[in-house]
């Protein structure tokens, strides 16, 4: 059976333990926000499901991958934290995906239109967000 994992703090200590390659512990936590290791990369939220095997994994799998382009918002968020050319190319390369303006900084890309909805790029990507929320629970 697998272990419960009461709190966010013991989710984030078997994520970092996952990301470095060590199976797991069922006990421990990682209190420091700076160290959170999935920073909402899906990627990494699709390991810490298999590596914590709840029950409604099956579930929480299909949930995070119903909208992959949740992770533009992670991009443009590290653009923004770690802004130099090679994290704004991380932005750029997603471009052709809206109707977009040339940017010149990351967060600008908040405010291109996309295309299937006609919203701005942060307002679609937070509906996607609810959309996932609501098929992880339901």
Partial sequence: MPATYASWEQVSFVAARQRNGVRPAAQGTNALLRKEPTWGDLDVVQ????????SNQAQLKHAFSLTPEIDH?????????HRNHQTLADVI?????YRAFPATHPLQALYWIDPGNAQLLL????DDMRVVARAAVS
Avoid at 47 to 54: F, K, S
Avoid at 93 to 97: G, L, N, P
Avoid at 123 to 126: E, I, P, S, V
């Fill in 73 to 81: 918002i992670r991009l443009i968020r590290n653009g923004a934290a």
């Fill in 93 to 97: 390369a997603f471009q052709h995906r």
């Fill in 123 to 126: 307002k679609a990507r937070m």
């Fill in 47 to 54: 390991d810490v499901v298999t590596a914590l095997a709840p």
